[in-house]
């Protein structure tokens, strides 16, 4: 049989085509679902809300009007910016806010702890702190770099639970503010990567997050690290960023809170966890409703309905906005109004000094 050559052309369209399907990686390949359940994108939350992970790294000359004008149509009334720096910066930050936006934004002041242990430099970081609330700051934000890459005075890895810092920590509770930490990263960055790795997309695309097993220690060290200061000082409030990175073990972050009353959790960047177990995650939501705090991480307005949404509505399977971070629909947790009002502000207005209650309803 001898074909015609327009049909030869079309067989060998068809071959290459679907040998360029046949290739398609594991990157790329997004579908749209056809599922069609109830649902819709939520843009608002329901009740005013505090972000007490928020992210403004220039501050002290920014014009904070755009900002306000998102904040505005998310029901965002305070944003607790963390990057507050210290000294002159924070109070440059606290000056922009009292100028321009009273009671929309407040700082939480930031120390390196690169050099501990030197003479005199607990003394130092000690006042700089106390001068620090008293030019404004209402908390003390420490970053990921105290146990991953802070060096102490020889050069060592500096850990989080450093008997040098302990007057730090037990400054905080004199002073009446919380320590919102970040300690550590997704376990699964220490693990092996293979396909068995839950973060691989994520370690494919972001190779410099990836650790060896011991670098620069173990994650359950550096973890417990974190929560050795919370049980060493039971009068200083603590906030333990993307819930302790126990979102996906809410089991294990139960019996953390149960053993530590101090201890709370915000739930920046974790979301996609929560929303892939709504029966489970709204239980551990109902039974912690007074530890649990809003909070986003980054400053991406177009990405909170999905956080509304998970919180506040019903909704089946519905997508996530970075595949990276969960190639995994979402499912709501339909939480009752009373712990969304605890998640969204009432649990910022306890642990945070100085919030204006009156912009929130009772």
């Known amino acids: ?11 060998a369209f068809l071959i290459c085509f679907s040998l360029q399907a046949q290739d398609l990686t594991f990157e790329e390949y997004n579908p749209i679902s056809t599922l069609v359940v109830p649902g819709q994108l939520i843009k608002k939350a329901k009740f005013p809300f505090i972000d007490v992970h928020g992210h403004q790294y220039r501050m002290p000359e920014q014009n904070l009007a755009p900002v306000i004008a998102a904040m505005d149509t998310l029901n965002m009334v305070i944003m607790v910016n963390l990057s507050g720096r210290t000294g002159d910066d924070l109070i440059a930050s606290v000056k922009n806010i009292a100028d321009h936006y009273p009671n929309r934004f ?64 037990k400054k ?14 997704p376990k699964p960055f220490w693990d092996d990567f293979n396909g068995d790795n839950e973060r691989w997309l994520e370690l494919k695309t972001r190779p410099r997050r990836k ?8 994650w359950e060290q550096i973890m417990n690290e974190q929560y050795n200061i919370f049980r060493k000082h039971p009068k200083t409030n603590f906030i333990s960023a993307h819930m302790s990175w126990l979102a996906n073990d809410l089991g294990q972050l139960g019996k953390l809170l149960d053993e530590m009353p101090n201890m709370n959790v915000g739930i920046g960047a974790i979301i996609a966890e929560l929303g892939r177990q709504p029966r489970f995650a709204k239980a551990f939501f109902e039974k912690y409703q007074d530890r649990i705090l809003f909070g986003k991480d980054s400053w991406k307005p177009e990405e ?3 956080y509304f ?46 919030l204006d209650k009156s912009l929130f309803p009772n």
């Open 1 to 11: 049989m001898i074909l015609k050559k327009s049909t030869l052309i079309t067989l």
């Open 106 to 169: 407040v700082v939480f002041a930031n120390i390196n702890f690169e050099g501990a242990g030197a003479d005199g430099w607990i003394e130092k970081m000690v006042a700089q702190l106390e001068q620090d609330v008293k030019n404004g700051a209402r908390g003390l934000k420490v970053y990921k770099s105290l146990g991953l890459r802070n060096k102490d005075s020889e050069g060592n890895r500096l850990a989080i639970d450093d008997s040098r810092l302990d007057a730090i920590w």
């Open 172 to 185: 905080c509770g004199e002073l009446g503010i919380p320590v919102l930490i970040h300690a550590a990263d």
């Open 211 to 218: 650790r060896d097993a011991n670098n620069p220690a173990p």
């Open 304 to 306: 909170f309905p999905t």
């Open 309 to 354: 949404r998970v919180l506040e509505s019903d909704d089946e399977y519905f997508p996530y906005h970075k595949k990276y971070h969960a190639f995994w629909s979402m499912y709501g947790l339909n939480l009752s109004d009373e712990v969304l009002k605890k998640v969204y502000y009432k649990n910022a207005l306890r642990l945070v000094p100085g």
